[in-house]
Every structure is written in C-alpha cells, then in structure tokens.
Nanobody, 128 residues
Framework: QVEFVETGGDLVQPGESLRLSCVAR????????IAWFRQAPGKEHEGVSY????????VYADSVRGRFTISRDNAKNTVYLQMNILKPEDPAVYYC?????????????????????RGQGTQVTVSS
C-alpha cells in the first residue's frame, strides 16, 4: 500500500520558518516527481513547488519564490519544503503529491490531478 505522510505543520508568527516533510511508504521516490500543493479554506488547490525525479528540476509558484525551498533525500524516501519568512497569506493545509517520471514544468503546479498519489496534508497556520 502506497502512502505519503506529511509532517511539520505548526502555528508560527509572521516572519518565522517551518520545514515540512513528506515521507513515502510502499513506494520509492527515486523515479517519482514530487510536488507540494496547499489548500486554504474556501480556496482552490494551489501548486507551491515541484522537484523532478531524475533531473532535480525545481519549480516555484510566484507567491513563494525566494522564500520556500524544495529538496529531496531519496535515501530517506523524503521530500522537504523549507518555508522561510512565512506570511499571513501562507496558512493552508500543505500536502505532497507524486507522479512517476518527470512532468513538464508547464503543468507541474497546475493541478494535483496530474499526480497519481497524494498525502492527507499538514496544517500550517501563521498568526501574530
């Protein structure tokens, strides 16, 4: 059974940092591209960041570029999202999604429907 588990969400103040983790179980991420999406209450799913399977190409949404960094540790079957300078508009449930191979960077952040697997998510709250 394939499962993705996200951890690391928390309540922080504006300007602070968090690191989210996405651990894959029952599947090796070596040959999968991974993306982080987020969804706030009443809003659509938003692609945040993507990292390719072999080439390691990264893609970021304009809203997080320069503040967030995606990385992967295939030996630990884990993908990370380092989030710095968190803003009041960042709160959401953050979840990871996986697709075999690599996706075109044109579609990588468009929709979670491009991905075969996704986790349940972890809540990030930013409040002073």
């Amino acid at each position: 059974q394939v499962e993705f588990v996200e951890t690391g969400g928390d309540l922080v103040q504006p300007g602070e940092s968090l690191r989210l983790s996405c651990v894959a179980r029952g599947l090796s991420i070596d040959f999968h591209s991974i993306a982080w999406f987020r969804q706030a209450p009443g809003k659509e799913h938003e692609g945040v960041s993507y990292i390719g399977s072999r080439d390691g190409i990264t893609v970021y949404a304009d809203s997080v570029r320069g503040r967030f960094t995606i990385s992967r540790d295939n030996a630990k079957n884990t993908v990370y999202l380092q989030m710095n300078i968190l803003k009041p508009e960042d709160p959401a449930v953050y979840y990871c999604a996986a697709a075999p191979g690599s996706l075109s960077t044109d579609v990588a952040l468009l929709s979670p429907s491009w991905y075969d697997y996704r986790g349940q998510g972890t809540q990030v709250t930013v409040s002073s």
